[in-house]
């Protein structure tokens, strides 16, 4: 939990196993309400659906759990999870709790152009 590739490989695991319980202490709290409302719905449900969406499931499984970055946006990390046919990058952005922890607070498209254009580095603290 302390640096945000971990985090986002855990997650990226967690998600290729369909493992929700796994995904939970990864996110943040908005994210973890849905996870939890997938969990207590099940497999049949929009919750569940809604995170494990075909065509998403395919894109992640392709990369094999490979992960790119991190790449900053201010202080939050953003890392690549997969990637389209198209050239577009499906990202995961974490921003980093005062313990030091990273969680994922939310997700995002990016085109190869503008994920390649994020710094590698934060942005410093003032």
């Not at 497999?43 to 075909?54: K, L, R």
């Not at 503008?114 to 590698?120: K, Q, V, Y």
Request: charged share 30%; aromatic share 6%; no cysteine.
């Amino acid at each position: 939990m302390k640096d945000p590739v971990s985090v986002a490989r855990a997650f990226v695991d967690a998600y290729n196993g369909k493992d929700l319980a796994r995904m939970l202490p990864l996110v943040d709290q908005v994210n973890m309400e849905a996870i939890k409302d997938a969990l207590a719905d099940g497999p049949d449900s929009t919750a569940w659906q809604g995170i494990f969406a075909p065509e998403m499931v395919q894109l992640i499984a392709r990369e094999g759990g490979k992960v790119d970055g991190p790449r900053y946006e201010g202080r939050d990390a953003v890392v690549g999870v997969a990637k389209s046919d198209l050239g577009d990058v499906f990202t995961v952005e974490l921003s980093q709790r005062e313990d030091g922890d990273w969680l994922i607070v939310e997700n995002a498209i990016l085109s190869e152009q503008e994920f390649a254009e994020l710094p590698t580095e934060p942005k410093k603290q003032r």
